[in-house]
T-cell receptor, first 111, second 112 residues
């Protein structure tokens, strides 16, 4: 069974601070995706990383895929209240037609 | 382009009943996946359909079944409902297997 562990589970910070959340697994994935989910809504795709060691930037968000394609991190610079939400990572095994989600990191950014 | 649409948005069923949830995938997307999300947890993969064929399945019993139609819309059927089936059911479509998913807003199922 492929498992993804996300840490920390909860994070509460002040506006302007930086933060990093982690997504770790013992399994290798074809790709890894990060999503943000708000209450009452479905997850919204932020990024897909495919190559080991890959780094992608999306404005203040930086995503990194581990060299062995087993883990990933999301770094947010100068967090804003609008960044508040549940951040989910999902490991994709394309051949098996399966995606495995972690339980997410709930981020609260206080003004 | 339209996104992923799920219906109904909310549903209350009695234990032992059967339920059908529906999903219209985003235009141009041939892959649909279904997930169950319990409160405080991440989505759990139920199964994936690719061009009308089941392409992968998670650890859910056979009473969870699905269909994908020629227009790539999809249904999730759950028989013999149990109290633990109460959850948010999410449908997600993608242009091909392995690509990023576009999620619908989900169907909130309550089993009493």
């Amino acid at each position: 069974t492929q498992l993804l562990e996300q840490s920390p589970q909860f994070l509460s910070i002040q506006e302007g601070e930086n933060l990093t959340v982690y997504c770790n697994s013992s399994s290798v994935f074809s790709s890894l995706q990060w999503y943000r989910q708000e209450p009452g809504e479905g997850p919204v795709l932020l990024v897909t990383v495919v190559t080991g060691g890959e780094v992608k930037k999306l404005k203040r968000l930086t995503f990194q895929f581990g060299d062995a394609r087993k883990d990933s991190s999301l770094h947010i610079t100068a967090a804003q209240p609008g960044d508040t939400g549940l951040y989910l990572c999902a490991g994709v095994n394309t051949n098996a037609g399966k995606s495995t989600f972690g339980d997410g990191t709930t981020l609260t950014v206080k003004p | 382009e339209t996104g992923v649409t799920q219906s109904p948005t909310h549903l209350i069923k009695t234990r032992g009943q059967q339920v059908t949830l529906r999903c219209s995938s985003q235009s141009g997307h041939n892959t649909v996946s279904w997930y169950q999300q319990a409160l405080g947890q991440g989505p759990q993969f139920i199964f994936q359909y690719y061009r009308e064929e089941e392409n992968g399945r998670g650890n859910f019993p056979p009473r969870f079944s699905g269909l994908q139609f020629p227009n790539y819309s999809s249904e999730l059927n759950v028989n013999a409902l149990e109290l633990d089936d109460s959850a948010l059911y999410l449908c997600a479509s993608s242009p091909d297997r392995g690509h990023g998913y576009t999620f619908g807003s989900g169907t909130r199922l309550t089993v009493v």
